[in-house]
C-alpha cells in the first residue's frame, strides 16, 4: 500500500471517530493531535529522548540560584525503540 493510501486510509478513520455533530474545529484538532503522538513515536524511535532523571534534575532546580538550562536530547548511546 502506497504512502497516500495509507494516510487517505488514516484520515477517514480519525473521521469516522469523530462524534457526531463534531465540526471542522473538532477534526483540526484530532488531526493535530495524531500528527503530534506520530512526531514524538518518530523522535523515540530515531534515539532523540530525554533521560527522566535528567529532567527531574532540571525542573528541581527551577526558581533557585543554580537552574539549569532546558535538557537536550541525547541522541549518541541511546538505545532506540522498536515501536
Known amino acids: 500500500m502506497t504512502a497516500a493510501l ?4 488514516q484520515a477517514h478513520d ?3 471517530r469523530l462524534p457526531d455533530g463534531a465540526g471542522w474545529k473538532d477534526l483540526a484538532k484530532a488531526a493535530a493531535e495524531v500528527q503530534a503522538i506520530q512526531l514524538g513515536l518518530d523522535d523515540i524511535r530515531a534515539g532523540r ?3 527522566g532523571d535528567v529532567v527531574l534534575a532540571w ?4 526558581g533557585t540560584d543554580a ?8 541522541v549518541s548511546g541511546v538505545t532506540k525503540l522498536k515501536l
Open 49 to 51: 529522548v530525554v533521560d
Open 67 to 74: 537552574e539549569l538550562p532546558p535538557p537536550e536530547p541525547q
Open 6 to 9: 495509507v494516510f487517505k486510509r
Open 59 to 62: 525542573i528541581d532546580s527551577w
Open 14 to 16: 480519525l473521521i469516522d
